[in-house]
């Protein structure tokens, strides 16, 4: 079934709304959430809440709202700064830069990690790649679901996984080739 796209306009509008609300709570009350919880979070479990869908389509819908509306965008990320850097007091000396000076040291780090990959894919094949790229997402995981920074969260991983070695290489192992099976079947699906 197909959505309407007056459907899709309300579902939008009512989304856009929540957002703005919950911003605007974060603003004039940030301990609506605790010391270590996300503010991202916050705002994106109120449209799951609100809504009453997936916290999955909560996810999309908050990525189109931020995508189609550049200054909804500049302040949600403003609010999550605020709270995450500023008021907790870390990256300060990130939080000090101009919008300006800050996308350019996002797009410097971008860029690196997308060349370090590549040349790290070429070195050492798409396996190493992957399984790297599938511990950082974990261990950032980690790091988001206690409150702890991506360096703790990446030890505690990595303790983890040593004391765990045979069931964990497996899952990763396992993974790659779900993930190889799929590419090569959309491909195959697209070739024909």
Same mark, same amino acid.
């Given at each position: 079934?197909?959505?309407?796209?007056?459907?899709?306009? /309300?579902?939008?509008?009512?989304?856009?709304?929540?957002?703005? /609300?919950?911003?605007?709570?974060?603003?004039?009350?940030?301990?609506?959430?605790?010391?270590?919880?996300?503010?991202?979070?916050?705002?994106?479990?109120?449209?799951?809440?609100?809504?009453?869908?997936?916290?999955?389509?909560?996810?999309?819908?908050?990525?189109?709202?931020?995508?189609?509306?550049?200054?909804? %965008?500049?302040?949600?990320?403003?609010?999550?700064?605020?709270?995450?850097?500023?008021?907790?007091?870390?990256?300060?000396?990130? #939080?000090?830069?101009?919008?300006? *000076?800050?996308?350019?040291?996002?797009?410097?780090?971008?860029? %690196?990690?997308?060349? /370090?990959?590549?040349? /790290?894919? #070429? %070195?050492?094949?798409?396996?190493?790649?992957?399984?790297?790229?599938?511990?950082?997402?974990?261990?950032? !995981?980690?790091?988001?679901?206690?409150?702890?920074?991506?360096?703790?969260?990446?030890?505690?991983?990595?303790?983890?996984?040593?004391?765990?070695?045979?069931?964990?290489?497996? *899952?990763?192992? !396992?993974?790659? *080739?779900?993930?190889?099976?799929?590419?090569?079947?959309?491909?195959?699906?697209?070739?024909?």
């Amino acid at each position: 079934m197909t959505m309407r796209s007056s459907d899709e306009n /309300e579902i939008i509008r009512i989304g856009k709304e929540v957002i703005i /609300e919950q911003m605007n709570n974060l603003v004039t009350n940030p301990e609506l959430i605790k010391q270590n919880e996300c503010a991202a979070c916050h705002i994106l479990f109120e449209l799951v809440n609100k809504m009453h869908i997936s916290e999955l389509d909560a996810t999309d819908l908050l990525s189109r709202i931020l995508l189609n509306d550049p200054h909804l %965008n500049d302040t949600f990320v403003e609010v999550v700064e605020d709270i995450h850097m500023k008021r907790r007091m870390m990256a300060i000396p990130f #939080v000090l830069k101009s919008r300006n *000076a800050k996308d350019k040291f996002i797009d410097s780090n971008f860029k %690196n990690f997308l060349e /370090e990959k590549s040349s /790290e894919l #070429v %070195n050492y094949g798409y396996d190493l790649v992957l399984r790297k790229l599938l511990i950082s997402a974990i261990a950032l !995981e980690i790091a988001q679901n206690i409150g702890v920074d991506y360096h703790a969260a990446m030890e505690e991983l990595y303790y983890y996984m040593r004391k765990n070695d045979e069931q964990t290489n497996f *899952a990763l192992v !396992e993974f790659g *080739a779900r993930l190889r099976r799929s590419h090569y079947n959309s491909d195959w699906k697209n070739f024909r």
